[in-house]
Nanobody, 121 residues
């Protein structure tokens, strides 16, 4: 079972930037369609972005709420995934998680602890 660990969160001012990291244990990371999610206080967990590695390279997908501001990427050789977050807004304040995108192959992996992002106005 792949284990996930998020890091890189912190306190940032509105308009600032942060880069989140997701470290995955285990083999075959490159075959996983991975995603970033977040959960704000009192709200449901929200999908943000996904990335899949194929023969032609990586394919990405974004939620409308972060499109144009966030960039997902991965380094399969290091079993790492990243989320570059720019133009942060107070409404981006949440705990951020990485996980597999659920599909025909299976559901979510065990969730990590997440990394907290706080954007001050």
């Amino acid at each position: 079972q792949v284990q996930l660990e998020e890091s890189g969160g912190g306190l940032v001012q509105s308009g600032g930037s942060l880069t989140l990291h997701c470290a995955a244990s285990g083999s075959d990371f490159s075959s996983l369609i991975m995603g970033w999610y977040r959960q704000a206080p009192g709200k449901m967990r929200e999908f943000l972005a996904s990335i899949a590695t194929g023969t032609a390279g990586d394919t990405t997908n974004y939620a409308d709420s972060v499109k144009g501001r966030f960039t997902i990427s991965r380094d399969n050789a290091k079993n790492m995934m990243y989320l570059q977050m720019n133009s942060l807004k107070p409404e981006d304040t949440a705990v951020y998680y990485c996980n597999r995108l659920p599909g025909w192959y299976g559901g979510y992996l065990d969730w990590g602890q997440g990394t907290r992002v706080t954007v001050s106005s």
